[in-house]
């Protein structure tokens, strides 16, 4: 998880040498050498998450790709303010360890469950919850791709909407290994630690637009993004409205920083053969430069 382009690009290693500096804890080991089950904690990953996509930030851009838009699936989110200079390196560090901090303590106050439900429209995946509401709070937290909505909320109401939508032709529910019901009305007591958490920051105007999860539109304010940042615990991914929305104000073209290519993925069901690549090792970052003619400073 980011040692190759550690290895590689001194860069790439500053940014894991500031979060293991900042955190206070040998993250990049952890990044490196787990174990696994403590690298999945939500109090490591989510700074990990951060610092691998940081990483690979650096060196796209010391190649001259400038964005035209920035965006991130929930957690990534922070990672698209820090590109946008609307955030800190540090103080991303910081907010996204307490965020992770702040969620696990609020699925242990008040144990929630997620569940991947695919095969159905979101309109039926909200009918689904509305119709699960006996049996508790539910809601469609993640609007992934057209066919994959992620519902949260307490386990009971999650298992009553997943037979709900299954009775309504989802082809398949899937139970999410998850700590709490993430974007639901149970992360109530996070979203209020964060929004403290962030008070405390220096937010600032982005150089480029942030289209934010919350509301699926461009941000580049420093109120605007405070708020969205705020607002992100309790409020669904809009990520499929996210991606139309780029698409609309005229991306061309999308590049996936960090671990792994599921938004790639996601991708390909938002808008088939809209063009992708992804920077997670120094094979990718290469492969990406020259596709995009990065050295000409092209803007994707």
Known sequence: MGRALADAFPAAKDAFDTADRVLGVPLSALCWEGPAEDLRRSVNAQPALL?????????VTEAGLTPAFVAGHSLGE???????????????????????????????DRPGAMAAVLGLAAAEVEAACENAAPAGIVRAANYNAPGQVVVSGEPAAVDAACAAAKASGAKRTIRLEVSGAFHSPLMQPA??????ALARVDIRDARWPIVCNAWARPVRRADEIRAALEEQLLAPVRWEQSVESLLELGAGGFVELGTGKVLRGLLRSIRPGAPSWNVEDP???QATLSALGAAAGRTP
Do not use: I, P
């Open 51 to 59: 610092t691998h996509s940081v990483a690979a930030w650096r060196l």
């Open 78 to 108: 922070y990672s698209a303010c820090v590109a946008a200079g609307a955030l800190g390196f540090e103080d991303a560090l910081r907010l996204t360890r307490r965020r992770g901090e702040l969620m696990y303590q609020a699925g242990l």
């Open 191 to 196: 979203a209020k630690g964060l929004a403290e």
């Open 283 to 285: 094979e990718s970052l």
